[in-house]
Every structure is written in C-alpha cells, then in structure tokens.
C-alpha cells in the first residue's frame, strides 16, 4: 500500500471516531464499543474496496453493504457523511426526532444505507439475497457483510453461510468483527460461538484472517476474497471494542454508553493525537 | 402532594425475581441482555439458577419448553421484539400448543424504548401474543403491579407472556394492599360519562386525562386493564352499560391489542362507542422519550379528545 494511500485511510478512519463519538455524545446514548472497532474496516471498504457513487446513492451497479451488527451504525453514519452522501452536520442529530439519523441503521430515508437492520442476525440474509440477485443480473456488483461476533449466536447467521456457500455466492463476503465481547460480557463466558473459522470452514466458505486495525492487513485479506472463486468468503477481523479511546477498549461497560462531556473531550483529544 | 415516585417496570421486574427467588424454585434465562432486562438483579444473587442463551431468542423459548416439560418453571427474558417478534413461532409451537408453564419476561416494549428507534419499539406484541391460545397477555401499569404479577405467575400454571417497559412511570397502587387477579380490571377512579381504560403506562396518562375531562365538567371513570388476556369482561361490559362511551390508551398498534380486545368484547355484548389510542399503524422512530409520546398521540390531551368524540357519539 503507497503511503499516500495509507495516510488518507488513517485520517478517515480517523474521521469516522469523531464523528461517532460526536452523535453518541449529542445523543446522550448509542454504542460507541461496536462503532469504533469497526472504524477501519469502514474506511478501506469506502474509499479502496466498495464501488459506490455518493451523488447517485441507488446508483444499481453500486457495490452494497450491509452492517448486520446494526447498533453500530454512527460508524456507517460517519462514513457515509464523510464520503458526502450527506451533510456531517447532520451527525450531530444522531438518534432525535427530527433527524433521519435512526438509532439503527435505516434504508428508506438515509442516503448510502443499503439494508434496514437492528435486530441481529437478519442483515446477514438481506446481504444474500443481495448476492443472488447480483448474479441472477450477472452483475460484477459485490455484497459485503459486517456481522458482529455475538451476532453470530443467532442461528439465523448459520442458515445464512448454508445458504450463500450452497449457492456458489463468491461476491458475497462477510466480515466478522471479532472483538471478542457482546453486552452481558465475553463472547467465550456468555454462550462461546468459537471457532469461527472451522465453523466456516465447515460450511464450505473461504476463510481469511486479518488484523481489523492494520490496513496492510485488510488489503491483502479483501484481495483474497475478491480472488476466491465459486464460495463465499469471510474475513475474521481480529479487532478491539474501543479502539482509538484508551478508556473504551477492551470495556464490555462501553458497548451501549454515552461518553460525558468530560469523557468526550479526552475521547476527541486522544483520537486527533492519534494523526 | 407528596412527590410521586417513578420506575420503570422492568426495573421491578429485575428486583421481584431476585426477591422471590428466595421462595420459590425457579431458573431464569436471558439472552445477552441481562443488564437491560433487568434479569442481571437475579443473575447476580442466584447465578446458578441464571443461564445466559447468548444473541439466539428462538433456542432460548425452545430450551424453556423443554425445562418447563421437565417440570421446572423457567422466565425467559428479552426485548419484547425479540422474545414476541423474533421468536413468535418458537413461542407459539414449543410453548403455547402443549402449554407448558414458561413465564415470558419482555422488556422494552412500545415507543418508551426512545432513541433505539423502529427496530427495537415492539408495537405488536400484544396483538401476536394475544392469538395464541391459552396464553395469559400481562402488562402492569407500575412497579408494585409488576411485582405482584411475578409472584402470581411463579404461582400459576400455563405459559403467561408479561410485557415491562423501560421508561420510569409512576408508582401509584399501594405495595401493602394490592394483589393482582388474572382476568380482573382495577377500577382506578369513578365516573359516569365516559370510561378510559389503560393498560402499562398509559394508565397514568389515563388518569391526567380524567383530571382534564374533570375540569370541563365531564366525569370520567379510569380502569387499570393489566390483563389484556384474558380480559375482564364483566367489567368492560360494565363500562358499557353504565358510561355509554370507552376509550382505551396503550402504547401499541391501535390493531389487535388492549382497544381491540375492548372493542371485540363491547361489540358482542353491549354495543357502544370505543375509540382506541395508540400508535396508529406506523413504525416507531429514534428520538426523547417525551418527544415520542407527544408525536404519536399518546397523551393526555388526546385521550381526553378522543373521549368527547365517544360521549358525542352516544
Ligand atoms: C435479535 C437481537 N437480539 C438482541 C439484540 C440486542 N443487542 C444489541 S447489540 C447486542 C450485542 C451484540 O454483540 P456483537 O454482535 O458482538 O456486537 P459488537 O460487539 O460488535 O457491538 C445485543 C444482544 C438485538 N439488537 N437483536
Ligand atoms: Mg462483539
């Protein structure tokens, strides 16, 4: 990866931090946890990986994603507003009234969300049904996923790997977001969903491991997908709940809490000391 | 006037199961929302009776079945949207057809759910619950009630569905006096022209809406309606009969909860006017708790609209 290129990933996942933790702050509630562990995911997928057109959001040839995990969707938010499928000042509004901003990610009314989810474990379909009409339109469009680790709890996630892997769905890739917790604590203390990568394994998927903060990491882990032919793929991103606020990584407490404003101001310090 | 005190009812649901956990013998099962059920209370006192299902709603009804087949009584908790919506059929098949004794614990139900949004603000399962033959449908208007319907249903047999919210209402029936009865409406204040019966928060809402009707000189009887299922007839008959006009609040769909229950049974028995308040067939949405109750109606001036409209109707 050029240094060029590098360097705008850092400061547009950067980016995205700022603007999920400025919605979650205004709105006094939100998940920070699952959103900033997500943040450089969001940002190789926008501006490498994804074929989209801010001005034209249903542009039909568009590449779609679909965030299963949806309660993180000030990350999908901040990005979206980044790449300018609307204003950032809209971010602030995050979850009130007067604003499209929904608590969970909403396709009807916010421009670049490509999949209504909230409740887990359904996106993962959605994206599926995605995949097939892709190819039934033998479209090059690519479908990607990103699924919670606790999400994969649901049986509903399983059904869904059957079905893409039986169906050959190899434009179809899911990313899973393995930070390791879920809101009553540790995905391994709750109800263990590992190993992930023989359960996928086992489903005849193609199963790529990659570092979720490391964007030499995520290249070389999406070029493995988009090269695999005839199956699926998943990317077990290793990644931290938190990431980018030293007090948040690694807290179960911060899956579903708002900063204060003191705790926002050290957030935002920490993050722009991070460029 | 001494201050009123709010809480929401899951908080009282969360503190009944760890208080009467020391009684009787029963498991609770959650699934990864201990600390907003509020089954966390109970997990933290008797964690070997707590088992946590993980993010999978379906399996834990299916587990509960089969606990309670094997003679033990089990709650099972989550967001009403996913123990009533994701799990319906589990809920439906494994525990209302052979109804076996499963206590279903929902939380979070209607639009108090505020800034989560349309994906979490279940407005429908009163009405799926409500289908399911022999299920008892609870939702109690504050966290004395809430209490009592736990102690009851640890005592009952058949599967009971209860619906809490997460939004602090007021506390007003008396810990010390109140018992709950299934089937059995609560008459909260007298009146002759018109009847408003409630059920979980609107109750309160209900009753500010008597104070209103009173001050234009109209007297407005209020019913607590915490059993949606089965409904106290006698009583709805009643307020037919001697008010001539009802007017049921919830926060639900207009369709097939507390004001359809109402309507169905005044319709077959002694007609009058009912006009039902509610969310009126729409999605929820993102936003503060007292933003959403007054964009969707669910207010005192509407209730006190809605029962002029009904005495007009007479
Ligand atoms: C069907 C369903 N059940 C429960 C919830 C409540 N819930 C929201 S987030 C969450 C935990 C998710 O954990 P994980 O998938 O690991 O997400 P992350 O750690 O990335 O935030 C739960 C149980 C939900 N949104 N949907
Ligand atoms: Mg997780």
């Given at each position: 990866?050029?240094?060029?290129?590098?360097?705008?990933?850092?400061?547009?996942?950067?980016?995205?931090?700022?603007?999920?933790?400025?919605?979650?702050?205004?709105?006094?509630?939100?998940?920070?946890?699952g959103s900033l562990s997500i943040a450089d995911i969001l940002a190789y997928l926008y501006y490498v990986e994804m074929n989209v057109n801010p001005a034209d959001p249903r542009w039909q040839e568009r590449d779609r994603l679909v965030l299963s995990k949806g309660h993180t969707a000030p990350a999908l938010y901040a990005v979206l507003a980044e790449k300018g499928f609307f204003p950032k000042d809209e971010l602030k509004k995050l979850r009130q009234a007067d604003s499209f901003l929904q608590g969970h990610c909403e396709m009807k009314h916010t421009p670049g969300v490509d999949m209504t989810t909230g409740s887990l474990?359904?996106?993962?379909?959605?994206?599926?049904?995605?995949?097939?009409?892709?190819?039934?339109?033998?479209?090059?469009?690519?479908?990607?996923?990103?699924?919670?680790?606790?999400?994969?709890?649901?049986?509903?996630?399983?059904?869904?790997?059957?079905?893409?892997?039986?169906?050959?769905?190899?434009?179809?890739?899911?990313?899973?977001?393995?930070?390791?917790?879920?809101?009553?604590?540790?995905?391994?203390?709750?109800?263990?969903?590992?190993?992930?990568?023989?359960?996928?394994?086992?489903?005849?998927?193609?199963?790529?491991?990659?570092?979720?903060?490391?964007?030499?990491?995520?290249?070389?882990?999406?070029?493995?997908?988009?090269?695999?032919?005839?199956?699926?793929?998943?990317?077990?991103?290793?990644?931290?709940?938190?990431?980018?606020?030293?007090?948040?990584?690694?807290?179960?407490?911060?899956?579903?809490?708002?900063?204060?404003?003191?705790?926002?101001?050290?957030?935002?310090?920490?993050?722009?000391?991070?460029? | 006037?001494?201050?009123?005190?709010?809480?929401?009812?899951?908080?009282?649901?969360?503190?009944?199961?760890?208080?009467?956990?020391?009684?009787?013998?029963?498991?609770?099962?959650?699934?990864?929302?201990?600390?907003?059920?509020?089954?966390?209370?109970?997990?933290?006192?008797?964690?070997?009776?707590?088992?946590?299902?993980?993010?999978?709603?379906?399996?834990?009804?299916?587990?509960?079945?089969?606990?309670?087949?094997?003679?033990?009584?089990?709650?099972?908790?989550?967001?009403?949207?996913?123990?009533?919506?994701?799990?319906?059929?589990?809920?439906?098949?494994?525990?209302?057809?052979?109804?076996?004794?499963?206590?279903?614990?929902?939380?979070?139900?209607?639009?108090?759910?505020?800034?989560?949004?349309?994906?979490?603000?279940?407005?429908?399962?009163?009405?799926?619950?409500?289908?399911?033959?022999?299920?008892?449908?609870?939702?109690?208007?504050?966290?004395?009630?809430?209490?009592?319907?736990?102690?009851?249903?640890?005592?009952?047999?058949?599967?009971?569905?209860?619906?809490?919210?997460?939004?602090?209402?007021?506390?007003?029936?008396?810990r010390d006096s109140y018992k709950f009865e299934l089937g059995r409406n609560v008459r909260l204040r007298e009146g002759t022209d018109v009847t408003l019966i409630g059920t979980g928060l609107m109750v309160s809402v209900a009753l500010d809406a008597a104070k209103l009707l009173a001050g234009e000189g109209i007297s407005a009887r209020v019913v607590n309606a915490a059993s949606i299922k089965p409904i106290d007839e006698a009583d709805v008959i009643a307020a037919a009969a001697e008010t001539g006009a009802i007017v049921t609040a919830e926060e639900h769909n207009i369709i097939g909860g507390l004001g359809s229950a109402?309507?169905?049974?005044?319709?077959?028995?002694?007609?009058?006017?009912?006009?039902?308040?509610?969310?009126?067939?729409?999605?929820?949405?993102?936003?503060?708790?007292?933003?959403?109750?007054?964009?969707?109606?669910?207010?005192?001036?509407?209730?006190?609209?809605?029962?002029?409209?009904?005495?007009?109707?007479?």
């Open positions: 990866m050029d240094q060029a290129t590098l360097k705008l990933l850092k400061e547009k996942a950067a980016n995205i931090r700022l603007g999920v933790l400025e919605g979650i702050h205004a709105a006094s509630s939100g998940h920070p946890g474990g359904l996106g993962v379909s959605a994206a599926c049904g995605m995949a097939l009409a892709a190819k039934l339109d033998k479209s090059p469009r690519r479908v990607y996923a990103i699924v919670g680790d606790g999400e994969t709890e649901e049986g509903q996630v399983w059904e869904s790997a059957m079905f893409a892997a039986h169906y050959g769905l190899d434009n179809l890739c899911f990313i899973l977001d393995l930070n390791g917790l879920q809101i009553d604590g540790k995905i391994t203390d709750v109800i263990d969903p590992t190993p992930h990568d023989k359960k996928f394994e086992a489903f005849n998927w193609n199963v790529i491991e990659a570092d979720a903060h490391d964007f030499e990491s995520l290249e070389k882990a999406f070029a493995a997908a988009r090269a695999c032919k005839g199956r699926p793929s998943v990317i077990i991103a290793h990644s931290v709940k938190g990431k980018g606020v030293s007090f948040m990584e690694n807290q179960v407490g911060w899956h579903g809490s708002a900063p204060n404003d003191e705790q926002y101001a050290q957030a935002v310090a920490e993050i722009k000391a991070s460029l | 006037m001494a201050d009123i005190i709010k809480q929401a009812t899951r908080e009282a649901y969360g503190n009944a199961l760890a208080e009467f956990g020391e009684k009787y013998d029963f498991v609770v099962l959650d699934a990864d929302l201990a600390a907003a059920t509020k089954t966390g209370t109970f997990k933290k006192k008797f964690p070997e009776r707590f088992f946590d299902c993980g993010i999978a709603e379906g399996n834990m009804m299916s587990v509960a079945a089969g606990i309670a087949a094997s003679g033990r009584i089990p709650f099972a908790s989550s967001f009403a949207m996913f123990a009533a919506g994701r799990a319906f059929e589990q809920v439906r098949n494994s525990i209302g057809y052979p109804h076996l004794n499963v206590k279903i614990g929902a939380t979070h139900a209607g639009i108090t759910v505020g800034e989560d949004g349309a994906t979490h603000q279940c407005l429908e399962d009163l009405a799926v619950m409500r289908t399911i033959p022999g299920m008892a449908v609870i939702q109690p208007m504050d966290s004395v009630e809430a209490r009592a319907v736990v102690e009851w249903a640890i005592n009952y047999y058949g599967p009971v569905y209860m619906r809490f919210g997460r939004f602090a209402c007021p506390i007003l029936l008396d109402v309507a169905e049974v005044v319709t077959a028995n002694r007609p009058c006017p009912v006009l039902r308040v509610g969310v009126e067939d729409r999605f929820g949405k993102s936003g503060k708790v007292p933003v959403l109750l007054e964009e969707f109606g669910l207010t005192a001036a509407n209730i006190a609209d809605k029962a002029r409209k009904a005495i007009s109707m007479k």
